[in-house]
């Protein structure tokens, strides 16, 4: 599982911290009016007042206004009458539930509760403001199936907590997530700079420049282990390399040698020790070369051609082997961002692995489809439990010819990821092992 970038940690958390701010607002607030009836009440006769005072036609509700419906569906809950200066009933619904001299009260505004038979009764007045005829309503709640209480509530928790408070927390959130990732972006450099390194290439400088002090220590620090490991490995490079090129020479020698002495079964099996020794030699200069490989953006290389040129020079030495070496390409180009050398030195091993252990019969050489390489023999096929180590240093399976390093597998795996491919195995159908050798395809 990846990790998240620390500024998408530190967004989240502040999100979550604000979400917990808007919560214990939101519970103090439904605490507040929830334990406070008679605000919820007055907050409720107060939106009834509006709706009615906005509804109005003169001095009466029309006919046909959707609030009439409130008091059809519900007779024995709401009531309200419009009454004039004059003392006049101009519009009413539900009269039956105004209790007697309600409308004879003139005061502004006005509120009262009755228990009337166990049962309360909100009955409230008001006279609207800037008419000439005076005209003032009654309103009577005796019940709420309506969810007018319910109505007010959210009303009171819009005005308290969304209208001041999440305007307020989105910005804050959104500052703060542009402060934080301005604030991370030399730390985000510095990690850039951290993925940017590769073993057997040269450390560049850190960018500590806007670091936080621990920070730039800590970057600091890692540069001179890095630069500790690199020589460490240079060196070790260097000494594999130079042992493998002083051994290139004598191994020459002898095989000249040995081309001059009659032929015998001592000879043939000198020959063929210092053939793996030679095969030996070939590969720990390989492996030496894996760490160092560099393969440019606009590299693209035609695996038709490597492939090609590994196929002819082994092809003597399967025939030696009684194996046939069989090649298939398609017709067009299969261009890879690859190195040259690093696919041949890959291929050449797998090929020759499969000469050495495929046992007789032939090995194919496949191009494609894509920027991948097949080679595939039919001998006994994976050995059991060998796949999760057979691309290890000096691993050889059971059964294996004596005289190899066991070093092929290792090196192919090296050079792979050296240069950005993979190398993967698996049994075919029909039996024996296949290898895949995969590369990114190059960029148009």
């Given amino acids: 599982m990846s990790a998240r970038p620390l500024a998408q940690v530190l967004t989240r958390q502040l999100a979550v911290m604000a979400g917990v701010v808007v919560l214990l607002n939101v519970a103090a607030v439904g605490l507040y009016y929830g334990s406070d009836r008679r605000e919820l009440e007055t907050e409720a006769i107060e939106q009834m007042r509006e709706r009615i005072e906005q509804a109005l036609e003169g001095a009466a509700l029309p ?12 007779p024995e809950a709401y ?8 003392g006049e009933v101009v519009d009413v619904m539900n009269p ?13 505004d006005w509120v009262t509760r009755l ?10 007045g008001h006279e609207f403001a800037g008419r000439a005829d005076g005209l003032r309503m009654v309103f009577v709640m005796a019940d709420d199936p309506a969810g007018l209480l319910r109505g007010a509530f959210l009303t009171e928790f819009y005005r308290h907590v969304g209208l001041p408070m999440l305007p307020v927390v989105l ?5 703060n997530a542009l402060l934080i990732r301005k604030g991370l972006a030399p730390l985000a450099q510095a990690a850039a700079w951290a993925r940017s390194l590769r073993p057997g290439v040269a450390v560049p400088p850190p960018p500590v420049a806007g670091l936080p002090a621990e920070v730039a220590d800590l970057v600091k620090a890692t540069q001179r282990s890095l630069d500790g490991l690199a020589a460490a490995l240079e060196a070790e490079t260097r000494h594999a390399a130079e042992a493998a090129h002083a051994l290139r020479t004598p191994v020459a020698v002898l095989v000249a040698r040995l081309d001059a002495l009659p032929p015998s079964a001592s000879t043939e099996l000198l020959r063929a020790d210092l053939a793996s020794l030679s095969r030996t030699v070939k590969q720990v200069l390989a492996s030496s070369r894996a760490d160092r490989m560099t393969v440019a953006e606009d590299t693209a290389v035609d695996l038709r051609v490597a492939a090609t040129a590994v196929t002819a020079a082994l092809a003597p030495f399967a025939y030696d082997k009684g194996v046939e070496l069989a090649l298939e390409t398609p017709d067009q180009p299969v261009l890879a961002q690859a190195d040259v050398e690093g696919i041949e030195v890959a291929l050449a091993n797998l090929v020759e692995n499969a000469i050495l252990h495929g046992g007789a019969g032939s090995v194919e050489i496949t191009v494609g ?7 595939r023999d039919y001998g006994p096929g994976l050995p059991h ?9 000096f691993w050889r399976g059971q059964g294996a010819l004596p005289g190899g390093a066991g070093l092929g597998l290792a090196i192919v795996d090296r050079v792979q990821r050296g240069q950005g491919g993979s190398v993967d195995v698996q049994s075919p159908a029909g039996g024996g092992t296949e290898f895949t050798l995969g590369y990114r395809p190059a960029k148009s």
């Fill in 63 to 74: 006919a046909d206004a959707p609030l009439r419906d409130i008091f059809a569906a519900y």
């Fill in 79 to 86: 009531a309200f009458a419009l009454v004039d200066r004059g």
């Fill in 96 to 108: 039956a539930l105004i209790p007697p001299l309600a409308a004879d009260i003139f005061a502004d």
């Fill in 115 to 124: 228990d009337l038979s166990g049962a309360p009764l909100i009955v409230a």
């Fill in 171 to 175: 910005l804050l959130i959104g500052t």
């Fill in 369 to 375: 489809p894509g920027p991948v390489i097949r080679v």
């Fill in 385 to 393: 439990g060998g796949k999760a180590s057979m691309f290890k240093p």
